[in-house]
């Protein structure tokens, strides 16, 4: 399969159907449609560089707070008794008095969840952490770590994590298992959600070169009405339309090559506010990442030297919520309604650019690492797609390996913004700046954050994480000082190896004075095989499918790293989990709102953070 030249195939499919694409469904429902802007619209709202004054949209404000009031109480509740359900495990009356509301809504902790990239590994490394917390499932419940999922605000992805991230908020929230391996009854097809579909490969799902090459050859058809109204159409939109099939509604085993369905053509990220949990508030508030490409890169300002890191730490961090797309970062300050991205002016207004399967695309969008010449990029993986593009939809003036979207934000935050004259914006892969967990929107001060969970799965040697992203987040937030706080962590990868800190859940700031505002961060790896067995977790960021078997068999081992803790000795030698691990995350998941309250850690909690704390 892969010995096929491609690029030929590709057009050999793709030029004697270019008239039909203007009657695909999918291609007209991926095409934005331009109109008049309605009268009250404003393009451009800004936030302003001073973190203490920025302010949430009002829909964001308005979600987190009827979130806060009519969710979170009962969800924090039902959580409290998950951890109960090993009685033999007494927790402090603080705990029980923060999470039982009797000191109020404000006493509750502000839970964010941050998940990393890494490709589908990390989509699913991300997955079955998330299963692990989840109220819903009974075996986590059981485990005594269900239930955080509820209580958390907001979760951020990016890259794989993005697709996690969105495939979740707009299939309507369901368990993570459903979510992965789907369970669209029979007939209901549709627009409902089919699964993730490992079992077909993203970028070469054919059964032979010539079905790869025709499905290629749809996906390029698919994006050219988009093209043909005006927009530019790169990568990122046939790397998207091919992530439609796994992470967006609208595909299932049966159908995945039928080029007669849209395949989630058409499904916004501003649609989501529409779908039954995110109405209820039932959903954490989803936001995903992506990099700009502008300015050079300052060697210097790349802390950490590895392949891929290729975006400056003090570039703008672009986020995409169902509201709004922008930057908290001073330099640029200001968002744009979601639902208008893509308009060329404030006259003329765009719809229907914001396509989850397009926002995926940008937010995994890493291919401009290949380009370190010409040459090398087209024979790269994605080689024969550039050449489809250029081929089939020449266009001038445009980088073709990354993210193409019209700029926002023109003439906005004039001697900051390094985009301020662009006419588009260049966005890549959310990690490229080394930031790889997407910690930044957590850290924004209007959120309040005061707690995350950040599920690292991105890969350093042997596809084992090693605490780079937490290094590039600690280096950027100095770097930005005084906008953020972050906690004190390692500052190589050395010393989290040596302290076999990703190996083991590991706690961030315990002991920060208050004054620092830091976030508690529960740094959970996928660093390494769970009690001595043999590892299935570190596959390649480049493998690209997985039997639903091998997923659940990679699934089952997260399960294991996720609810061991720190594992202990038996007395015969081999290793066991801690039994005490669900009460030490409730303690840390309490511990800011413990000292905002003026208590002491006591009981459990002492031991718990001796052991789980790094300082
Ligand atoms: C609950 O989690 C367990 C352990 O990960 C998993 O095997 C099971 O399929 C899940 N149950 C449901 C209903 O999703
Ligand atoms: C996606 O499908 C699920 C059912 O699988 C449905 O609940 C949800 O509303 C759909 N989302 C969209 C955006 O159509
Ligand atoms: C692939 O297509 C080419 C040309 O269209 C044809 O010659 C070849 O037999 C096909 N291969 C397979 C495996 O179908
Ligand atoms: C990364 O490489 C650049 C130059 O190639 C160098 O200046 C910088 O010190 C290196 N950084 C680290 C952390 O090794
Ligand atoms: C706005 O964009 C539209 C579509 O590209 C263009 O026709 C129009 O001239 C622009 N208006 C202004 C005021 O720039
Ligand atoms: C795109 O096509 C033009 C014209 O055929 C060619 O000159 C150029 O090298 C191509 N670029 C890439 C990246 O393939
Ligand atoms: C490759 O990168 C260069 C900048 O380094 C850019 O000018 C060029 O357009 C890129 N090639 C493609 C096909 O995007
Ligand atoms: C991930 O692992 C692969 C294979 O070991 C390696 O080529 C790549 O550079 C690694 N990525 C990072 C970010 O270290
Ligand atoms: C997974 O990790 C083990 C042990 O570190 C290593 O031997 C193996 O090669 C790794 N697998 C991959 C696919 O990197
Ligand atoms: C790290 O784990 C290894 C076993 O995997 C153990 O031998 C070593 O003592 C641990 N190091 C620390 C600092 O805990």
């Not at 839970?111 to 989509?123: C, E, H, V």
């Not at 290094?471 to 989290?496: D, H």
Request: charge should be negative.
């Amino acid at each position: 399969m892969k010995t096929c030249s491609l690029v030929t195939c590709v057009l050999a499919f793709f030029l004697p159907h270019t008239l039909a694409a203007a009657q695909s469904i999918a291609a007209k429902q991926y095409a934005p449609v331009l109109q008049p802007c309605p009268a009250s619209i404003d393009l451009v709202r800004s936030v302003g560089s001073d973190p203490q004054s920025q302010k949430l949209s009002l829909e964001e404000a308005h979600y987190i707070h009827s979130r806060q009031s009519s969710i979170l109480p009962t969800a924090w509740v039902d959580y409290y008794l998950n951890v109960l359900h090993d009685t033999s495990q007494l927790l402090p009356l603080y705990i029980t008095q923060i999470l039982l509301g009797s000191l109020g809504l404000d006493a509750l902790p502000n839970l964010g969840i941050a998940t990393s990239g890494g490709g589908l590994r990390a989509a699913l490394f991300g997955a079955g952490v998330l299963s692990v917390l989840d109220g819903r499932n009974q075996t986590s419940v059981q485990a005594g770590t269900g239930g955080l999922l509820q209580t958390a605000k907001y979760l951020s992805g990016l890259s794989g994590g993005s697709w996690l991230v969105l495939s979740l908020a707009q299939a309507d929230f369901p368990m993570l298992p459903e979510l992965i391996f789907g369970t669209t009854p029979a007939g209901a097809g549709g627009d409902s959600f089919g699964g993730w579909l490992p079992q077909f490969d993203i970028l070469e799902p054919g059964a032979d070169a010539n079905a790869t090459a025709a499905f290629v050859g749809t996906l390029l058809e698919e994006a050219s009405l988009k093209r043909a109204a005006g927009f530019p159409v790169t990568i990122t939109d046939i790397w998207g339309r091919s992530l439609a099939r796994h992470f967006v509604n609208g595909t299932t085993a049966d159908d995945f090559f039928d080029a007669n369905l849209p395949h989630g053509a058409g499904i916004t990220l501003s649609s989501v506010p529409d779908v039954p949990s995110f109405r209820n508030y039932e959903q954490p508030f989803p936001i995903v990442l992506a990099n700009s490409v502008a300015g050079q890169p300052d060697p210097s300002a790349i802390v950490i030297n590895e392949s891929g890191v290729v975006v400056p730490l003090a570039n703008p961090i672009y986020e995409f919520n169902v509201y709004e797309t922008g930057s908290f970062d001073a330099v640029l300050g200001a968002f744009t309604p979601t639902q208008y991205l893509g308009s060329p002016n404030s006259s003329i207004c765009a719809t229907g650019f914001d396509q989850i399967s397009f926002i995926e695309g940008v937010s995994s969008t890493l291919f401009n690492t290949f380009n370190t010449s010409t040459a090398a990029l087209l024979s790269s993986s994605i080689g024969p797609l550039i050449e489809g593009i250029n081929q089939t939809m020449p266009q001038s003036g445009i980088r073709l390996d990354s993210a193409q979207v019209p700029n926002p934000f023109r003439g906005v935050a004039k001697g900051t913004f390094m985009d301020t004259d662009s006419a588009m914006l260049t966005l890549v892969d959310g990690g490229e700046d080394g930031e790889t967990t997407p910690f930044q929107p957590l850290l924004v001060q209007a959120r309040g954050i005061d707690t995350i969970i950040a599920i690292d799965a991105v890969n350093t040697s042997d596809n084992w994480a090693a605490g780079d992203s937490l290094i590039a987040t600690q280096e950027r937030v100095k770097l930005l000082s005084p906008a953020y706080s972050f906690p004190p962590v390692p500052s190589t990868q050395e010393e989290f190896l040596a302290q076999n800190l990703t190996k083991r859940p590991t706690f961030f700031g315990c002991n920060s004075p208050p004054s620092v505002g830091d976030p508690l961060v529960i740094y959970i790896a996928n660093g390494g095989p769970p009690l001595g067995q043999a590892p299935l977790t570190n596959t390649s960021t480049g493998q690209l499918t997985y039997t639903p078997e091998g997923a659940q068999r990679f699934l089952d081992q997260v399960y294991d790293i996720a609810t061991q803790g720190l594992p202990l000795s038996a007395s015969d030698g081999s290793l066991v989990k801690d039994p005490e691990w669900p009460a030490c995350l409730a303690c840390a998941v309490v511990d800011r709102a413990r000292r905002r309250l003026g208590f002491e850690r006591a009981g459990i909690c002492v031991g718990c953070f001796e052991r789980y704390c790094w300082s």
